[in-house]
């Protein structure tokens, strides 16, 4: 099971940092992901960090602005957003997948988060 929070209200150019915890199981080896969505468009991918050796990777939309850490003693991890702008608002879900590498694409994670909201006000 995953649990995503951190989401709320935020001024253009503020920050925040979402936190996924994991329980059940341990995600220790697996990628998990950060995803976000807007009504009536698709799931997009924000950020990976891969279990084995954490490596990350960065949507284009994000890169520069968020950095993807966990903490692996609390089994959660963590998405730092900075610069945010309003076409940041969306849900947030974090998810694991089980592949040796970080996907970008939503069919490859088995565990979804209930997503937290992140408004950017302008």
């Known amino acids: 099971q995953l649990q995503a929070s951190g989401g709320g209200l935020v001024q253009a150019g503020g920050s925040l940092r979402l936190s996924c915890v994991a329980s059940g199981r341990t995600f220790s080896t697996y990628v998990m992901g950060w995803f976000r969505q807007v009504p009536g468009k698709e799931r997009e991918f924000v950020a990976g960090?891969?279990?084995?050796?954490?490596?990350?990777y960065y949507g284009d939309s994000v890169k520069g602005r968020c950095t993807i850490s966990r903490d692996n003693a609390k089994n959660t991890r963590y998405l730092q957003m900075n610069i945010l702008t309003p076409e940041d608002t969306a849900v947030y879900y974090c998810a694991a997948s089980s592949n040796t590498w970080i996907s970008t694409s939503i069919n490859a994670y088995k565990y979804w988060g209930q997503g937290t909201k992140v408004t950017v006000s302008s």
């Open positions: 960090i891969r279990g084995s050796d954490g490596a990350t």
